[in-house]
């Protein structure tokens, strides 16, 4: 009979690895960060034109639930778009910095 040995369990989704580059570190920060601001931005994008869109069609005394939704949408979009933007801005000088070692 042969032993086995145990193994302990890393914590996180993806530990650094000794043989991982520092392109791929920053290529994951990137990444992150991208998703990060687009979480952020995505519902308060929604928020903001859904409730320009209320403010705009309220007075006018029509049915306001599609103009909302369509506006939410939009936000929606605008937010993914300014939060991969975000992410990236915040991830320039990493990148700056590995080009110059």
């Known amino acids: 009979m042969t032993a086995h040995a145990i193994v ?16 791929h570190v920053a290529e994951r920060h990137l990444v992150r960060r991208m998703i990060m601001w687009s979480a952020l931005l995505m519902p308060a994008g929604a928020l903001f034109f859904g409730t320009l ?16 939704a369509m506006g939410a949408g939009t936000g929606l979009l605008a937010g993914l778009f300014f939060g991969t933007w975000a992410g990236f801005v915040a ?7 590995l080009e110059h070692q």
């Open 53 to 68: 869109v209320a403010l705009a069609v309220v007075p006018t005394g029509t049915a306001i639930a599609g103009p909302i």
């Open 8 to 23: 302990p369990a890393t914590s996180g989704l993806h530990p650094a690895q000794p043989t991982e580059t520092a392109d």
């Open 91 to 97: 991830s320039v000088s990493e990148f700056e910095d």
